[in-house]
C-alpha cells in the first residue's frame, strides 16, 4: 500500500516528503481554508512539483457542467492533478466525460460498496471511501474497505484504486493496508505518530548511553 499526505499545507509536506515515504497528496476544500491557501493554483503547482506524483484538487460546483468546467482548469495547471468529484450524480456523469477525455477523478465521498462500484464504472482512478467519518458513525469503516476491495478484485476489468481517506489514527494505517487499500492518505499529525514507538526510543537511549560509557572506557 502506498501513502499519501492529507494536508493542503506546504511546509507540512515539504517535511513529510523528504522521509521518502508519500507519493501524493490529497486536499479537499476544508484543507485549503485551513492552509489559508488564497492563491489555490499557486499552492497545488508547487506541491505538484515538489511530490511529482498525484494532487487532488476538488471541485465545488454541484452540476455536472460546472464540475466538467472546474476539472478541466484544474487539471490544466498541472500533469500530477487529480480531481475530486464528489459521489452524486452529476459526480458519475463529470466523471465518465472527464475519464474519456483522459483526466483522472478521485471520486470522494464514498461511504458504501455500491458507490464505490458506481464510481469505478463511471471512470474513476480513484476512490475515496471515507473511513474516520463511518468510525463516527458508529459503523466500521475498515468493513467497506474490505468489501470495496473484494469487489475490484472479482472484476478485472476495474482498475480504480481504493484510496482510504478520512485516516485518524495509526492503526487506521495499518488496517487499510490488510484491508486491500492502494493507498490511505493522512493527515501530518497521523503520520508521526505512527513513525513513534517508545521502545524504539528508549533502545535508543540505552545505545547510545553505552557508547558513551564504551568511549570512556577507552580514555
Ligand atoms: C481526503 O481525501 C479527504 O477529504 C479527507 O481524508 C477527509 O478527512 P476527514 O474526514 O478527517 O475530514
Not at 493554483?41 to 452540476?63: A, F, N, R, W, Y
Request: one cysteine or more; aromatic letters at 6%; proline letters at 4%.
Amino acid at each position: 500500500m502506498r501513502l499519501f499526505v492529507d494536508t493542503a499545507v506546504l511546509d507540512e509536506i515539504r517535511e513529510i516528503h523528504q522521509w521518502g515515504i508519500i507519493s501524493g497528496v490529497t486536499t479537499n476544500p476544508t484543507l485549503l481554508a485551513r492552509a489559508a491557501a488564497t492563491n489555490v493554483k499557486d499552492v497545488i503547482v508547487q506541491i505538484c512539483d515538489l511530490v511529482q506524483g498525484p494532487v487532488s484538487m476538488e471541485v465545488v460546483s454541484t452540476d455536472a457542467e460546472g464540475m466538467i468546467r472546474e476539472a478541466r482548469e484544474y487539471a490544466s495547471w498541472h500533469k500530477h492533478v487529480v480531481v475530486k468529484i464528489p459521489m452524486t450524480e452529476d459526480g458519475l456523469i463529470a466523471t465518465r466525460q472527464l475519464a474519456q477525455e483522459g483526466i483522472k477523478v478521485n471520486m470522494t465521498l464514498i461511504f458504501n460498496a455500491n458507490q464505490a462500484l458506481f464510481a469505478a464504472l463511471a471512470g474513476a482512478y480513484f476512490v475515496s471511501p471515507f473511513i474516520g467519518r463511518i468510525d463516527d458513525i458508529s459503523w466500521e469503516g475498515m468493513t467497506l474497505i474490505r468489501e470495496i476491495a473484494e469487489i475490484f478484485r472479482n472484476d478485472p476489468n476495474i482498475t480504480t484504486q481504493i484510496l482510504a481517506a478520512s485516516i485518524r489514527h495509526p492503526r487506521h494505517i495499518t488496517e487499510a493496508a490488510k484491508a486491500g487499500a492502494h493507498i490511505a492518505t493522512c493527515p501530518p499529525a497521523v503520520l508521526r505518530k505512527a513513525l513513534q514507538h517508545p521502545l524504539t526510543d528508549r533502545g535508543l537511549e540505552r545505545f547510545l548511553a553505552d557508547w558513551r560509557k564504551l568511549q570512556e572506557t577507552g580514555k
